[in-house]
């Protein structure tokens, strides 16, 4: 049997298992709330899991090594940046949002809960992030597109078109028919399968290579400042090099905006609920972060030292690790573990574009649809996104990281100030979120067009401090004390201080 034939195996018994479970919460599912939110019954582990795997996507397991290869260890700062804010997010964000949710008219979308939480006078607001929505996630849908259509290309030399279509049409069939709770439940299995592989592969190839003093030595013989995360100091200069640094390690200001790993706070049974769940997604990611870099780190040695071998992709490399170490049907599980990075986050995307489609855009036409008409129209919006996303994918040029950081910035600036705000200050205030969204929307579509300016800053630095100084000062002026506004204020902090929260 060929190497292929059992990798293949491997693919298929995956495949299998994600439909099964896209079944098994298609049977589950009966009404729209439930395809949206799966009626808020997340456990811990289900909500971290799925939350972490919905973020990571192809980045972890193929953007990220990519660049650590290229560049070595200084461009853990993202990774860094990230493990920082994700623990913000959950610390600060999660048991806020979920008390939050519930208390604003049972919210179940980030445009709804923003609209409801401010009251009169919000609905351009509604109408503007379900927008924004649609429009970043495009880019962030094609970015888990153009990794599926890498993937196979370089594990099974299927043209490029056919592997994205064969991963858009799996992870579309899944996510169409099992909604919030398939996305969620095949996130946590693919979470775990991410994780075994980014333990496996670094610890079998440092043992081939003869220990971890080979391998070091051969990674510094290759590139001397390949282990150095200070590396570019002395050449860049200490102010530009904390510039650079700086703008690496903002990744993490994105948490707080990203409307479908939030959706999982949404989702938790209860606000205290929101400690273990950190706790689990913090251990989760440091291990996967260092699982990804070190592989990098070692194929920096092992393709230097082996001058017959060659990698054309950077991004491919964790790929081409698993199988030069491994078993083919063990390589064929690890492959499988990058497709769970790329469907994970596509399916989770997939739903909250479907749920701004439907619940923020068409229902404000006034129209009154039955349950099984919107559960109908939910899965039909999934479809749309799903065909937008391959259309952009046709362009297998696009490089992973740069879609997903465009896309990434796009949210974390758009939503993250009007989330922080609107959990921990009462007198936001419509007019202003509005203000501030589209300032910080335009500001990081602008800045990141324009290479001068996003060479040197990421553009989720720029987009995030606009839309927070421009939601404020507006606020500011146009705020009128509201009962409502503040009776679901109070409300909210209540269940937080009550004792069964904590």
Known sequence: MTDHSYQLIAITIYFAVMLSIGWYAYRKTKSFDGYMLAERGLSPAVAALSANAADMSAWLLMGLPGAIYLSGLVEAWIAIGLTIGAWLNWKFVAPRLRAYSEIAQDSITIPSFLSNRLGEGSRPLRIAA???????????????????????????????????????????????????LGATLTDVAQGLLMLAALLFVPIVAVVELG???????????????????????????????????????????G????????????????????????????????????????TALIAIGYFGTNTNLTLEDPETVFLAMSRVFLHPLVAGFVL???????????????????????????????????????????RVGVLIIALIGVMLALDKDNAILGLVAFA?????ASFGPLILLSLYWRKLTPTGAFAGLIAGAITTYVWGTVDVLSNAMYEI??????????????????YRASAGVDAQFDAMERVLKAPDAQ
């Open 461 to 478: 630095v720029p987009g995030f401090i606009t839309n927070l100084a421009v939601a404020v000062v507006v606020s500011r002026a146009t």
């Open 408 to 412: 990434w910035a796009g949210f974390g």
């Open 255 to 294: 948490y707080f905006g990203q409307p479908h790993i939030i959706v999982r706070f949404m989702a938790l049974r209860s606000p205290r609920e929101a400690v273990v769940a950190r706790r689990i997604s913090t251990l989760w990611m440091v291990v996967t972060a260092v699982g990804a870099m070190f």
């Open 211 to 253: 220990g971890l003093s080979a391998a070091t030595q051969a990674i510094t013989s290759i590139n001397p400042d390949a282990l150095n995360l200070f590396a570019g100091w002395n050449e860049k200069g200490p102010i530009l090099w904390i510039i650079g640094i700086i703008s690496t390690a903002a990744w993490g200001l």
């Open 336 to 378: 499988a573990a990058v497709l769970a990075s790329i469907m994970s986050t596509m399916s989770s995307q997939l739903v909250v574009c479907s749920s701004a489609l439907i619940e923020d855009l068409l229902a404000l036409t006034g129209r009154i649809w039955s349950p099984a008409r919107k559960l109908m129209l939910g």
């Open 130 to 180: 379900a927008i924004v929505i649609l429009a970043f996630f495009t880019f962030y849908v094609s970015s888990g597109m153009v990794a599926a259509g890498k993937f196979f290309e370089a594990s099974f030399g299927l043209p490029y078109l056919a592997g994205m279509l064969i991963v858009a049409a799996i992870t579309l069939a899944y996510t169409a028919f099992g909604g919030f």
